[in-house]
């Protein structure tokens, strides 16, 4: 004999089904938007690595009247993990790790 179930109970059922299925739709979301931010992170680092170890690079030759040894601004920047400092520090920080290359 199958079990009968009241309106009540099938509108609660209902209901929690819902709520699964918008929990599931914004766990979807706040992965996108993760994985957004760790791209623009990256883009970050990327271009404002490039304009500092220019400006860095320029300084240093007007400073030292010769170019500094060559090193690849990339690999001193993919090296700093920007996720353990705030925000307001990533500047400072990328620009430190490109000026203790400059030889």
């Known amino acids: 004999m199958k079990k009968r179930l009241s309106l009540g109970t099938i509108a609660t059922h209902r209901e929690e ?24 992170e990256e883009n970050f680092k990327t271009m404002f690595g490039e304009v ?4 860095l690079i320029s300084e240093f030759e007007e400073k030292n009247g ?8 990339y690999d ?9 400092y705030p925000y307001v520090e990533w500047a400072n920080k990328i620009e430190q790790a490109i000026a203790e290359k400059l030889e």
């Open 17 to 40: 089904l819902e709520l699964v299925k918008k929990s599931m739709e914004l766990d979807d979301e706040i992965e996108y938007l993760n994985a957004f931010i760790d791209a623009m």
């Open 52 to 55: 500092t170890a220019k400006r």
């Open 66 to 73: 010769r170019k500094p040894k060559t090193f690849n601004y």
């Open 76 to 84: 001193v920047i993919d090296n700093i993990d920007l996720h353990v």
